[in-house]
């Protein structure tokens, strides 16, 4: 599977912005999708996932804020980011997991990461 993330940008503190990431090529078996970001100097950190049956986790610092929601018919994940900090800059990554039968009857584990897309919050 390959992951294509877009929607950030540059707002100021209290906006909002919408992240979405859409699936391409072998799509079959997309288990958890995910969204990470990381900030300069820090390391990667999970913001929000969100299973196949649509069960959603959250960093602490995003609860009440980020909602994240998926299309499985379209292999699409999104993250909508409100009442947005100036600490939520950074570049957000979407990642998913899959697990899936090739030709051979092979079961194939992956783990795809998108691009990245910059988030900058000013204050």
């Known amino acids: 599977v390959q992951l294509q993330a877009s929607g950030g940008g540059l707002v100021q503190a209290g906006e909002s912005l919408r992240l979405s990431c859409a699936a391409s090529?072998?799509?079959?078996?997309?288990?958890?999708m995910n969204w990470y970001r990381q900030a300069p100097g820090k390391q990667r950190e999970l913001v929000a996932g969100i299973s196949k049956s649509g069960i959603a986790n959250y960093a602490d610092s995003v609860k009440g804020r980020f909602t994240i929601s998926r299309d499985n018919a379209e292999n699409t994940v999104t993250l909508q980011m409100n009442s947005l900090k100036p600490e939520d800059t950074a570049v957000y990554y979407c990642n998913a997991d899959q697990l899936y039968m090739d030709s051979s009857g092979t079961f194939i584990a992956f783990n795809a990461w998108g691009q990245g897309t910059q988030v900058t919050v000013s204050s």
């Open positions: 090529g072998i799509t079959s078996g997309i288990n958890a």
